[in-house]
């Protein structure tokens, strides 16, 4: 990693390599993540009706550039489950710098809460890196979302993804006052977009979404051509992030992600 991250003690901060950084991730401690050795042979590989609605979103994103196929999923995979209100993950890894994340489905909004004040800090912080977390609640949205095919709000899958965008515009709106209504057919007609979740941000009301598309290259037409130019008439400032999709499958197929067939 070129840039400075923070180690355990402030006294001793320093630089952590990229390979630092993967043996940190491999090296993950089970105490830390709340696991027996038993419990951390445990993998959900296969896909798992939802018996449970998702009230609440959450989106995180480490600080570190680690290739995918470094990430110990697995082994994380069952300390996230484990997690109090936990329904669902979707893994994101970013395009170009590897970041980690993810969007993940709780019950509640007090549940997506514990997890970004409790585990996904000690997580990050057992890495050595910065992190970022969002909660979003989902109530609001939903009918905005089940409108534009969102598969968490009973949207059919019939092509899956091959990237995902995250949006999010720094304005204060609350989403019954959000124009979801003339926003969506512009957005269906965005070559290769799937499927939109609108995000309302907790506490913040902030608008955005996790939106799937087919391809990675028409991923990055949103998020670099098309999507500043929404901003930019709210005359807000924005933040895009693109994921590849493919490489995370697995992963957040382990994890129940409705996304995938």
């Known amino acids: 990693m070129a840039s400075r991250v ?9 630089p952590i390599s990229q390979r630092r950084v993967n043996t940190m991730l491999a090296a993950i401690p089970l105490a830390t993540l709340g696991l027996s050795a038993h419990t951390a042979t445990v993998q959900t590989n ?3 009706p939802q018996s449970m609605s998702a009230n609440a979103f959450v989106y995180t994103e480490l600080q570190a550039s680690v290739s995918f196929e470094d990430v110990p999923w697995e082994k994380l995979n069952s300390a996230i489950a484990a997690q109090p209100g936990f ?3 979707t893994w994101f890894s970013g395009l170009g710098n ?29 890495f050595g890196v910065a992190q970022t977390t969002r909660v979003f609640e989902n109530q609001a949205t ?36 959000a124009p979801w209504r003339d926003r969506n057919p512009v957005l269906r007609t965005q070559k290769g977009l799937l499927s939109k979740i609108w995000l309302s941000g907790h506490n913040t009301n902030t608008l955005g979404g996790v939106d799937a598309f087919d391809t990675v290259e028409n991923a990055l037409d949103f998020a670099i051509n098309e ?34 067939l």
Do not use: W
């Open 87 to 89: 329904i669902d993950k």
């Open 227 to 260: 999507f500043p130019k929404t901003a930019a008439a709210m005359n807000a400032a924005f933040y895009t992030r693109v994921f590849d999709a493919r490489v995370t499958e697995d992963a957040s197929r382990g994890l129940n992600s409705p996304y995938y």
């Open 46 to 48: 296969q896909k798992e």
């Open 6 to 14: 923070p180690q355990h003690a402030p006294s001793r901060a320093g």
């Open 142 to 177: 939903a009918e905005a979302s089940a409108a534009m095919d969102a598969p968490h709000f009973g949207g059919q899958v019939t092509t899956e993804p091959g990237a995902f965008v995250y949006t999010e515009v720094q304005v204060a709106v609350p989403f019954e006052k």
């Open 98 to 126: 590897n970041s980690v994340g993810g969007l993940y489905g709780f019950t509640s909004v007090e549940d997506a809460l514990h997890y970004c004040t409790d585990f996904f800090p000690a997580l990050a912080r057992d």
